[in-house]
Structures are given as structure tokens and as C-alpha cells.
């Protein structure tokens, strides 16, 4: 099973909404990540979590809150948003972070809205 | 500085002819991969074909090869035989050295085939 799920698909949220963004994947993979792709851009890395801890926190603003409760799973938190994090979010795994030569599997991505 | 380049946002290929894809890199490790992904309108990112910096032949994956070459930094992705189905933004990308966390992306080249 080389597959990473993400839900919701698609998300509309007002400003004042809290809302999460979940990703999952039963590959064995300890490392995890979420990626913001704005349209026609390639993506730009958010969180990196490496053995469930978070290491690579990419400047992103607080109102982004990403969690990894366990190997298989990541969420990210979303609160407050701005009409300017309308995005692609996608969550990718690989096997870890040490070798270069891992790639990375992507999920559907969640298309999110803020109005 | 840009770390992966893409010179061409689009290109259109006729149905069953081959196509280059062009990618130049900018590093100074000596150990980093190279990736190639395929993005439908769908959204979501397809890994095609992986090129190690110690490779000393060229990668294939089907349809896919990566025409390899190290001093020039390029790690080119040739499409054979194009089908309506390969249309999509296509990215570059770049993982540096051992415990290299994330993926450099390039801008990406948009692909259209036309029948």
C-alpha cells in the first residue's frame, strides 16, 4: 500500500472557524510533511516531523497548528485563517530523512477556501 | 538563489512524439537526489523517475529516463511516446545530502500533448 489519504478534499471556512486537515499513511514511513502549493506554484514546504517530533517548522505563521499523534497520522490545526491561505495543502511521507535518496509520496492535497 | 531550475513554464508535444523536459540544479553536496514528479489538474503529485548524484548511469522508468549530466548540473526528464494523459505540470526536485529533510522544487514546466 503506497498510499497517503487526506481529508477533507475541499474545505470553506470563514476567518473565525477552527478547523483540521488530516493526513494518514500505513507505509512504515517516520517522516511526514506538509506542503502549502499556491496555483501555478510549486509547493512550499510547512512542517516536517521526523519520528513524530516536529523538526523543520518552515517560519509558518501560529495560526497553523500541525500535530502528529502517532507514526501513521498528521493534522493540521487551522485557526483565524486570511483570505490569502487559500492554497493546495498537501502531506507527504518517506521512509525517513536520512538518506537522499528517499522520495517523497504525496497525498490528494485539500483544496481550502477562507472566506 | 534558486536552487532548481525550470527555463520552460510550457511546452506542447504532439501525441506519440518524445519531449524534453529541462531541469538545471545548483548545489554543493556531493550526495543529493533528483526527482521528477507529475502533477494532473487533480492536484496530486505523481513521482516518476529518481537520479542519485553517485548514479553513473541514467535512470528509466517506462517512458520516463533522466537524461543525467553531472558537470552541467541537468537532470533532463525525456517523455517517450506522449499520450493525452501525460498533460500536467511537471516539477524538478532536489534533495541535498544525508539527513537532507526536505525537497527543493523547481517552478515547474507545464506539458499540454495534442492529438
Known amino acids: 500500500d503506497t498510499e497517503v489519504t487526506q481529508t477533507p478534499k475541499h474545505l470553506v471556512m470563514g476567518m473565525t472557524n477552527k478547523k483540521s486537515l488530516k493526513c494518514e499513511q500505513h507505509m512504515g514511513h517516520r517522516a511526514m510533511y506538509w506542503y502549502k502549493q499556491k496555483a501555478k506554484k510549486p509547493p512550499e514546504l510547512m512542517f516536517v516531523?521526523?519520528?513524530?517530533?516536529?523538526?523543520i517548522n518552515e517560519s509558518v505563521p501560529s495560526r497553523f497548528s500541525p500535530e502528529c499523534p502517532n507514526s501513521s497520522l498528521l493534522n493540521l490545526h487551522l485557526h483565524a485563517l486570511q483570505p490569502e491561505d487559500s492554497a493546495l495543502y498537501l502531506c507527504?511521507?518517506?521512509?525517513?530523512?536520512?538518506?537522499?535518496?528517499?522520495?517523497?509520496?504525496f497525498g490528494p492535497g485539500t483544496r481550502l477556501t477562507v472566506t | 538563489a534558486q536552487k532548481i531550475t525550470q527555463t520552460q513554464p510550457g511546452m506542447f508535444v504532439q501525441e506519440k512524439e518524445a519531449v524534453t523536459l529541462d531541469c538545471t540544479y545548483d548545489t554543493s553536496d556531493q550526495s543529493y537526489g533528483l526527482f521528477w514528479y507529475k502533477q494532473p489538474s487533480s492536484g496530486e503529485m505523481i513521482f516518476l523517475i529518481y537520479?542519485?548524484?553517485?548514479?553513473?548511469q541514467n535512470a528509466t522508468e517506462g517512458r520516463y529516463s533522466l537524461n543525467f549530466q553531472k558537470a552541467r548540473k541537468s537532470a533532463n526528464l525525456v517523455i517517450s511516446a506522449s499520450q493525452l494523459g501525460d498533460s500536467a505540470m511537471y516539477f524538478c526536485?532536489?534533495?541535498?545530502?544525508?539527513?537532507?529533510?526536505?525537497?527543493?522544487f523547481g517552478p515547474g514546466t507545464r506539458l499540454s500533448v495534442l492529438p
Open positions: 526536485a532536489m534533495r541535498e545530502g544525508n539527513y537532507g529533510q526536505n525537497f527543493v
Open positions: 516531523y521526523s519520528y513524530e517530533k516536529l523538526s
Open positions: 507527504a511521507s518517506s521512509p525517513s530523512t536520512v538518506l537522499f535518496s528517499y522520495e517523497q509520496y
Open positions: 537520479q542519485g548524484s553517485y548514479d553513473e
